[in-house]
């Protein structure tokens, strides 16, 4: 049975994860570039859902959770060349910030069974990606 708890936490990922992609849509398709601080703080927004997997390796994400759902957005937001490398950045400074759990970020494209187009290590040189 779903809590309302639940539900409602739910419902609140979903209105943040439209306005963030929104907001994002419309800087890029209008023209106007943000600079790369705002787009890591969408990415670090989005990753925020699985915060407590990434800090504790508990519980596990799966499809649908709001965890995996910000992954979603995040590959959705992934869509360009351009994109990708401003994602990928943006996670290998997440990595660095999370260094000892590095590891549970690496993971949470594969628990979600979404793809960012590339592979999240700390060796990966993102100018590469395309």
Request: charge should be negative.
């Amino acid at each position: 049975m779903v809590s309302l708890k639940n539900t409602l936490s739910m419902r609140v990922l979903i209105v943040v994860l439209i306005v963030v992609s929104t907001s994002w849509w419309w800087r890029h398709t209008m023209g106007d570039e943000q600079p790369q601080q705002e787009e890591c703080a969408t990415v670090k927004a989005l990753i925020s859902a699985c915060s407590s997997f990434v800090m504790y390796g508990l519980p596990d994400p799966i499809p649908g959770s709001p965890c995996c759902v910000a992954m979603l957005s995040l590959s959705n937001l992934a869509d360009s060349t351009d994109n990708r490398q401003n994602v990928c950045r943006c996670m290998m400074d997440l990595i660095t910030t999370y260094n000892p759990n590095a590891t549970s970020i690496a993971t949470l494209p594969g628990f979600c069974g979404v793809s960012l187009g590339f592979i999240i290590d700390p060796n990966t040189d993102c100018e590469y990606i395309g």
